[in-house]
């Protein structure tokens, strides 16, 4: 689209993505195709229909917990705006950083999280806390009925009697897919 | 391991891991197996495997280009070493920050990286600086013959001429992970 390009076949979008081109086909034809034969797809179409099975189409207020150095990469990183993830809020349970400014947000306490929960609720929370401090500020946001979490800290979450999603990120697996192709 | 279980089925770790038995024997018999009908996998012998398989039976010298939050972040996760990959040195090229501390690292000045790596060569380098900055900053690290690049600026890198692993980390992925997820 960037590039004004308006109809695209799936060997062309193989090359741009390192994947084959059947294996495009098919993850399309999974939630219903969007292409037609001998024309490839129509680029704008395709674009809108993938923003709207990853529910794109409207914007997600999320807050931060954790306003160290990856929870401030976080709150300035310019990539989640244009995709409609508006960071509204950062938390924090030290009091050094309490009060402290980040970008645009002033760090607030975790004591008053279920309160601004109440009049302002995130559809998600990235959680950047601390291993010893994650597990109990998680409680807290499912408590509170955040119904998603994006789990930074070191400590794998899991709530199976709730009724919530939780993504643990590990950072290491990156690492572990280069040293995996720097040895194969 | 760390829980004592010495024996482990594919449904077992099926329950652990969110993902079939069956994709979980079909993947492990990409590369040999290492599972018996009826047995299941001795846990010991499978993490070795797969250590081996993702090339952690050795260490990896990591540098950091980019010692902003995030490179802060990467510097101190604490998950990086116990996997073998071992933070050796950051670098900037904001004049504010070259010489301050970072853990237990001093920010080094991006003019002597060539020097740097001849003496003290890298096999990933995890690239967090601006995407106004990346683009150049990658091209001297393939140069200086940095064999693997994590890249997290918001920028594509790809050197389709050179012999590089380059990965490209959208934080926003994540979050569209659980826009998807919420969505549906």
Redesign the interface.
Known sequence: MERGVTRISSSELSTGLGITASQIRQDLNNFGGFGHQGYGYNVDYLHDQIGE????THA?P?IIVGA???G???A?????KK???HIQALFDIDPKVIGSKTGEHIVRDMKGIEEYLKKKPA??AMLTLT?SAAKEAADRLVKAGV??I?NFS?IDLAFPEENV?I?N????D???????????
Not at 169 to 172: A, E, F, G, P
Not at 174 to 184: H, K, R, V
């Open positions: 099975i990853l529910g794109l997600y999320v160290g150095n990856l401030n990469a976080l300035r990183y310019e990539g989640f995709r409609g993830f559809q998600i291993k119904p998603s994006l070191s999603i993504e990120v590990h950072l290491s990156f690492l572990m897919i280069l040293s995996y192709q720097l040895e194969n």
